[in-house]
């Protein structure tokens, strides 16, 4: 699985970062989370496919972080998109995109269009992962999301399989599934003989235009990877209060009292052109963080978050790394 930093500006693009949206790769789907201004060319930049963009959820109706959604929209109906498109957010959603299409038409797709108002607490449930929301405190209603895998099956061991006289073939499938199977002779053969323990998923947090709250400690317990604004510096912590933001040591904060394994600092103010001041502040609280930067890459190992290991993008690097 991979988290693609498309842009990680706040309010204002600039040369270096543009607005905000984060694209995770999983398996043969993309999310998009937040969809800010210029969200097109990043996604051509990452070389990701827009066919294959299956949800993207917004965070909360700013236009810094969904006026890229309907120039989305209107290129996949040009290129003839036949998948349908599922969207997610908070309450006012629906009359954005029926204001947007009463001008412009852009919503008329030949694919359907899923718009779906998310409340506090709101779960998106699919096979493999679940989606959850909580509330933000940004003045306006605001989403913070995390995005939780499934446990993994256990190994699968075909020599156990093979002691135990299960042939080769469909019954090794129903085995890995968790499925029990009777064998010709009448012998009951649980899953469990011949697979090990199940391995934890993967969970991915994301909130930003926020101030600190509990309910985003509780969604991003035990995280991988929590992906948080820190738009101002700690000397800036009245301003950040005054309009509904987060310092780098208030996110360290809260990635702290989380237990989350990654902190990824983003949606940084443009008054930065070195965010070094923003990491010494978070790292001294919480060792594990680093600054988001357009087009990074993060990859997270699969099934095994005890395993996972971590790189700081060293400068000049290519932007790409392995968690």
Same mark, same amino acid.
């Given at each position: 699985?991979?988290?693609?930093? #498309? ?27 937040? %969809? ?9 930049? %990452? ?106 099956? +256990? ?80 000397? #800036?912590?009245?301003? %950040?209060?005054?309009? +509904? ?36 502040? %978070? ?19 699969? +099934? ?20």
């Amino acid at each position: 699985m991979k988290i693609i930093f #498309l842009g990680t500006g706040a309010a204002v693009p600039s040369k270096t970062r543009k607005l905000s949206s984060i694209a995770i790769k999983r398996k043969n789907e993309i999310l998009i989370l937040d %969809a800010g201004e210029g969200l097109q060319y990043q996604l051509m930049e %990452a070389d990701l496919n827009i066919m294959k963009i299956s949800k993207i959820l917004i965070s909360h109706l700013h236009g810094d972080h969904i006026f890229g959604l309907p120039g989305l929209i209107l290129t996949m109906k040009m290129y003839h998109r036949k998948k349908p498109l599922n969207l997610y957010g908070p309450p006012g959603l629906i009359q954005f995109l029926i204001a947007v299409n009463s001008i412009s038409g852009v919503m008329d797709t030949e694919f359907e269009l899923n718009a779906k108002e998310m409340g506090e607490g709101s779960v998106i449930e699919e096979k493999e992962y679940w989606i959850e929301s909580a509330l933000a405190d940004h003045g306006i209603y605001t989403l913070a999301y995390s995005i939780t895998e499934k446990p993994y099956p +256990g190994t699968f061991f075909p020599e156990k399989a093979r002691g135990l006289g299960v042939p080769e073939g469909p019954l090794w499938s129903k085995l890995k599934s968790g499925e029990s199977i009777q064998l010709n002779d009448g012998r009951i053969i649980n899953s469990s003989d011949v697979v090990g323990t199940t391995r934890p998923g993967r969970k991915i947090t994301y909130s930003v235009d926020t101030r600190p709250t509990k309910y985003i400690v509780l969604l991003s317990q035990n995280s991988d990877v929590l992906i948080h604004e820190a738009t101002f510096d700690d000397a #800036l912590l009245e301003k %950040a209060k005054q309009t +509904g933001h987060t310092t780098a040591v208030e996110a360290a904060k809260i990635a702290k009292d989380a237990e989350v394994k990654q902190l990824i600092l983003t949606h940084i103010s443009t008054r930065y052109k070195d965010t070094a001041i923003l990491y010494e502040q %978070a790292e001294k609280i919480f060792p594990n963080t680093i600054i988001a930067e357009d087009l990074m890459e993060i990859t997270l190992g699969e +099934g095994n978050k005890q395993n996972s290991s971590f790189r700081k993008v060293p400068e000049n690097s290519d932007k790409k790394n392995n968690i």
